[in-house]
């Protein structure tokens, strides 16, 4: 009896198990509804986005639908960036003792739904973050991998939003983008200093030049993410040491590769082709010069620079890449304390995320544009990286006892400070060395605002060596005139560069 029991048992587990390997193997089977088979046009594409943008004030890819997600990849080369790990805030493969587990089966998994070999579907690896860059063409291979718990994000990596309209849209870099002019300086604009520098009319609404008793920046390397620096600009070359600057470096990168390929890796050099970062190294660090041309506000501080974009939308796999690389590779630079950012996003970029979350990890004290426009994305306020945790958000303002912002720059809830860059009356903004030597221009919007607070901030550490990074930001908060209150638009406020030097 018992043995006929026994039998009755074991026949019965395996039938359970063969209608549980079954039911498992019915259960990987993915349908796709006949509706969703072909994908949106990039018009569609950004109209999803849009009303996203325009109801909700953000976009993020990991709450739109497998069909709209697979949609952006058919129209971006095919590529895709998956940021992985066993949580959320598992990104950094150094501290990730599984990492290379997950990405093998996650690459596996891609493989079997895309029926091609590992080598035909992986782009890049990163060696320092939890992410990879694969070719996917399937939807199914999306659906497959979105299930997957190890899955961080998923997002097409050359997906371009702005390249989509480019008549209103691509309005967005011109404010504080790219351009070779120069100007001559109304008289009104500056003052000269010792041995022959013009101080711009902005230094004196943040009592900078009066802080330079205390604290010139010397000892702190700032990094700037940009467009690079120009070649024809010696303040910021073989003149960096000039006049009462002096014992400093400046350092140039390029990790930014000129196609439309995201598979191309030739860098096209660390020379600026845009012009937009060379105005960013002036303000935050030209020198105290003998030239007659203006002078930055950490005239004694180090500068590392990276061009990592081609202009100030990092619309694309190779920007959005180039930036990636940037901030990694300053954050490994234990030399550099403050990184400055003035480009950006309308909406969250995963890989730029974990690169700048890696880089506040090591310590860094970041900078970011809350944003600069002239009519299309002002109705999104702070933009992306800006509103990230691990950032400070800076915009612009007008002079003037009550805070308006400047005509091209976005406020927000997010925004920490404001840097007045824009008069009442002439609308002038500041003044900075142009691209070529012996020239000047003017610059304003968010991108001047948040180079300036870099500098600032240079001066601070500065003066305080010792000083954390908190405690650094902590005085510029509790100098700015709105502390210690935070205004709903505009943040702390101004800050009073004397009384943070202090």
Sequence with gaps: MCKKILKLVVLGLMFFSSCTKEDSNNSNTIVIDATQKKPLTPQEINAKIDESLNTEGTFNWSEASSHLLW??????NNVVTIGFGSSKNDFERAKSANNLKIQNDLLALIAKYENKNLDEVLLLSDSSLNLIDVFISKQETIIALRKSKFIRYIEPADYKYFAIENTNRSSVGTSSGCGYESEILSDSDYTITTPNAKVPWTFYQHNIPN???????????????????????????????NGLSSGRTIQKYGVYVDSIWPWVTTTDGVNDLCGHGTSMA?????PRNDKGLPVGVAYNANLVTYRAAYNVVLDGYQEQEGVKKAFTALADNTKVKIISMSMGYVFSVGKIEDAIRYAYGKGKLIFCAAGTSTNFTTFVGVIFPAWMPETVAVTGVKEGSTYQACDVCHTGGKVDFTVVMQKAISGNTVPVDSYYDNQTDYVGGSSVATATTAGIAALVWSKHPTWTRDQVLGKMKQSANLYPNRNAEYGYGNINALLAVQ
Excluded: C, E, K, R
């Design 71 to 76: 949609s952006a990849v058919v129209n971006g």
């Design 211 to 241: 802080a330079w008793s205390l604290s010139t920046g010397s000892g702190i390397t700032i990094g700037i993410v940009d467009t690079g620096v120009s070649p024809n600009q010696t303040l910021l070359g073989s003149s960096f040491n």
């Design 282 to 286: 002036s303000v935050a660090a030209a």
